[in-house]
């Protein structure tokens, strides 16, 4: 109960700008500013939605290191003396 309270204070706190922002549009009275204030606002929510480029090269480089060391492992592995 009381680590219930702290969460759902700083949940309703950090959910409240965001509310806050989307209902701004609504009260503008000029019909062209208010539809560039939702214009805007699609575009800052697209920009966040937009996942981030694959990076090829970063996860190529990756597997590379792992399958250097993978060998490592198999030629450390084969040194061992079985049953001697």
């Known amino acids: 109960m009381k680590f219930s309270l702290p969460a759902l204070l ?3 706190i950090s959910t409240a700008p965001a509310a806050a922002v989307e209902q701004n549009c609504r009260f503008i ?5 208010r539809e560039s204030c939702y214009r805007h606002q699609e575009d800052e ?4 939605r ?3 480029p694959p990076r090829e090269s970063t ?3 990756s597997l590379k290191q792992m399958r250097q060391d993978d060998d ?3 030629r450390s592995i084969n040194n061992i003396c079985r049953g001697c």
Do not use: D, G, H, S
């Open 29 to 33: 009275q000029a019909k062209p500013e």
């Open 10 to 12: 700083a949940l309703a």
């Open 50 to 52: 937009k996942p981030a």
């Open 59 to 61: 996860t190529l480089e």
């Open 45 to 48: 929510l697209a920009a966040k």
């Open 72 to 74: 490592a492992v198999y």
